[in-house]
């Protein structure tokens, strides 16, 4: 059971904007940086964001990260066909000792 | 550009011990830390441990008392046990390198491609 929640499912149509919301506690958003990984079908997990907003290099500025509190969102503009697949976040739980994932978000493009 | 490849058997049978590799190309094991991680089919992801380059090492909780991760730096090499094994260990298993900055976060930048392990009679 993980201590990170998400929706379940997000849908826009192409070229729209979404967001997908990360959920915490004090114990780990509250205190740590929040990564988000998208994880397109049948393939492994591919890191998206990084320190909260931060993009590696190659991933385009139509993902952005941002984090209040003990809550974090993801969002994806100008929504593509090639953007469907579940989306995780990810961090440091100082409660646990142990790197917490979220539910999961699958993103379906209308 | 590194990459990872985890290796090993696909299928193990209960009770027994799951053994996998992940061998890490195109840069050094040195100098950084090596997570496992786990995705039971149709389902999400779960940290099972890390170890750096040095061999220190962190486990989830609800898998420490059956989990066992090394390294061999010699083979750019790290390496994953797991204990007394059920069907509900059934999973794809990946292994990342895992930064973790001073003043920064945690995150797994890397990943190998997965190798699904069946737990069966």
Redesign the interface.
């Known amino acids: 059971q993980?201590v990170l929640t998400q929706p379940p499912s997000v849908s826009a149509a192409p070229g729209q904007k979404v967001t997908i919301s990360c959920s915490g506690s004090s114990s780990n958003l509250g205190n740590?940086?929040?990564?988000w990984?998208q994880q397109l079908p049948g393939?492994?997990?591919?890191?998206l964001i990084?320190?909260?907003n931060k993009r590696?290099s190659g991933i385009p500025d139509r993902f952005s990260g941002s984090k209040s509190g003990t809550s974090a969102t993801l969002g994806i503009t100008g929504l593509q066909t090639g953007d469907e697949a579940d989306y995780?976040c990810?961090?440091?739980d100082n409660s646990?000792?142990?790197?917490?994932?979220?539910?999961?978000t699958k993103v379906t493009v209308l | 550009q590194v990459q990872l490849q985890e290796s090993g058997p696909g299928l193990v049978k209960p009770s027994e011990t799951l053994s996998l590799t992940c061998t890490v190309s195109g840069g050094s094991i040195s100098s950084y830390y090596w997570?496992w991680i786990r995705q039971p089919p149709g389902k999400?992801?779960?940290?099972i441990g890390?170890i750096y380059y040095s061999g220190s090492t962190?486990y989830?909780?609800?898998l420490k008392s059956r989990v066992t991760i090394s390294v061999d730096t010699s083979k750019n090499q790290f390496s994953l046990k797991l204990r007394s094994v059920t069907a509900a260990d059934t999973a794809v298993f990946?292994c990342a390198r895992d930064?973790r900055?001073v003043g920064?976060?945690?995150?797994?930048?890397y990943?190998?491609?997965?190798a699904l392990v069946t737990v069966s009679s």
């Open positions: 993980s740590n940086y929040v990564s990984y393939t492994a997990p591919k890191l990084y320190d909260n590696p995780y990810g961090t440091w646990l000792s142990a790197y917490v994932f979220g539910t999961g | 997570s999400g992801l779960e940290w890390y962190s989830n909780p609800s990946y930064r900055v920064g976060g945690y995150y797994f930048d990943w190998g491609q997965g």
